[in-house]
């Protein structure tokens, strides 16, 4: 089981899936909200790997503390970026969807207040 980045398992979370590429409500048959902008998305995070490896090498090389915390900090504001961009993504396809079929609405809005309370907490 995958575990969040609070630290729960994700046991009795309605739409959550264990199963790595699952990205939609099990059973659903939808896309995530991401699809469409998935090679976009990939690129992205391909960067910020690069800024927390880059990272580890400032570390391995015994660089100044406040340039490494630079770094952490444009690493951090980076995946926060990309956390706000995919919630939006999810909200306007996956939530609306869910609203305007009448299937699970009010579930995926409990879904995405209870990540942007995860996203606030870090």
Known sequence: MR????????????G?????????KPGSGNKPGYSSRKDDHLKRLRRIEGQVRGLQRMVESDEYCIDVLTQVSAATKALQSFALELLD?????????????????????????????RLVKS
Not at 16 to 24: I, L
Request: negative net charge; proline residues 4%.
């Open 3 to 14: 575990q969040g980045l609070d630290g729960e398992d994700g046991e009795g979370m309605p």
């Open 16 to 24: 959550y899936s264990s199963k790595p590429g699952s990205g939609s």
């Open 89 to 117: 993504e999810h909200m306007s396809h996956c939530v609306t969807d869910a609203i305007s079929t009448g299937e699970g609405g009010q579930e995926k809005v409990a879904e995405a207040m209870a990540a942007v309370a």
